[in-house]
């Protein structure tokens, strides 16, 4: 068979592989590095279904990572998933709520679903340089909507040969998500508000990646960049794992996945898991107000010419869906560059024949678009409590409600498995507003919290201690426009 290497979105000759994609973060034509083939499970579902989630995350993660070892995935998988670094054995574990399962992908320790691949990623971005022979020492550049931030400062804080610099929009996290990433620890990390959402922050990331000029500038100082958010492949591919997993936990004919989306890197690992073998029905794309992604999968067009809106689930906020563009390469295949383009000089892109050729083929069938705003998100919370006295986070909330409608809708029974992505501690005056309505009265975050304790009775987890009594150590904060300024000051002097 044809060996498995990576390739990017814009133009196929340009190849790496895995451990190179995994260092480079993004392709050098601004495109994403996407597997030339997507493999099929080696072990069978029953063999699967009797496996622990390490063993689980091993048989995927070495299917994908053709240049790594076996002792070398292993090494990696069983580092990350073990109890230092997760607050349950299990790793992750579906609960059954008002007949739909819920999958806790936040038991690490930021508990943000986002720990599932930021704790295995410096593993294997280490062992990568180690293969390439890399001299430089790598600087992390991450953008974030609140959760990928402090999961990479987490993941690489201390790592031998890293840098991790978070930019992050001042006012557009919780103030517990700023809390946890302005306290972080570890000589290597910077933490830097900008004035402006997370698009902003994206946008100039990427800029950065691509501007040869001042790569060249880090060279010589002994830095190379690279990207702990879902561009990169070594971010997704771990997250692939819990989809089967989750799978093979119920082991049912067939599964319909909710995802809470904002990057589209989480449902695309659903995607990848299901082209893996994983036999699913459908692929629910849960959107909050900002219902950019809804919009595509109703009319094939994607247009980001609308007002960015601040919600509650503030990691959703995004009108550029960066890993949208692996999902328009499988419809769209060469042309993907020029949309791509279109993109970011229109805002507008639109996929021929999106919705003409719906034969069982088309990889967008298998997706459904649904939204929920912050009413339908905050009446989801409160009723899943009531009826059951399960409390969701607001993203995952979203999700549920987008789940609610579709049902409505359809009347499909298929065996549903919720993305539940975020713990409720992360998201506390959310949370208690929606539960207790009127009645609500705001405190401190560590107030909130512990009221929130009281009336779900779930364990305060060891993250939010940390981040409620940690030191504020970061405190810088410019517009985007100065971001590269500012990196430039920490490595160039
Ligand atoms: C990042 C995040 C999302 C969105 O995931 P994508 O992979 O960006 O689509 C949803 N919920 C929470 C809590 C998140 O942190």
Redesign the pocket.
Known sequence: MQELIYHSTRDTSLTATASEAILRGIAPDGGLYVPSRIPALKKSFDELSMMSYPEVAYEVLRLFLTDFTDDEVRTAVNSAYNSDNFDREDITCLMKANGTYYLELFHGRTI???DMALSILPHLMSISAKKNNLKEKIVILTAT????GKAALEGFANVPGTGIVVFYPKDGVSSFQERQMVTQEGDNTHVIGIHGNFDDAQREVKKIFTDDAFAAKMKEAGYVFSSAN?INIGRLIPQIAYYVYAYTRLMEDEITFV?????????LAAYYACRMGVPVSKLICASNDNKVLFDFFETGVYDRNRDFILTS?P??D?LI?S?LERLIFELAGDETGELMKSLASTGRYEVKNFKAGDTDTNPANLFRGEFATGEEMAEEIRHVYKDCGYVL?P??AVASASYRKYLADTRDLTPTVIAS??SPY?FSASVLKAIEGDAFKPGTDKELIERLNKLSGVEIPAAVERALNGTVRHNTVCDPDKMKDEIAKIFLG
């Open positions: 943000a679903f986002k909507s609140g959760d990928t879902s995802v809470p989306t904002g990057n589209f890197g989480n449902i689930s990691s959703m995004i869906s890993n986070d993203h995952t992505t975020a992360k």
